[in-house]
């Protein structure tokens, strides 16, 4: 059995990891809250804008149900999704 250790940060009762996100405009750098729980990955629109990803590149639109609320959004796949040792190519959200 193969061993990695990864670095994250506690905040309050959230686990935070960095994730290498890719898309046309290159790579950016997320800060994404570990869920082991969650069905789907969430990204914020600031962050797909930078890495040149908008509404229009999104496949469904969806209503996202989080802690705070409901909020319009929609489903989107990102040339490379990158964190805990593992890159996953064209991941959708």
Do not use: C, N
Request: charged share 20%; glycine share 12%; proline share 4%.
């Amino acid at each position: 059995m193969t061993r990695h250790e990864i670095s994250f940060v506690i905040d309050g009762d959230l686990i935070i990891v960095e994730v290498d996100v890719k898309g046309p405009l290159g790579p950016a750098v997320g800060r994404f809250v570990l869920d082991t729980g969650a069905v789907a990955t969430t990204m914020i629109p600031e962050l797909a804008a930078l890495i040149g990803y908008s509404a229009r590149d999104g496949f469904k639109q969806v209503k996202i149900h989080t802690a705070v609320g409901e909020e319009e959004g929609y489903l989107l796949r990102v040339a490379e999704f990158s964190t805990l040792g593992f890159a996953l190519p064209d991941f959708g959200f």
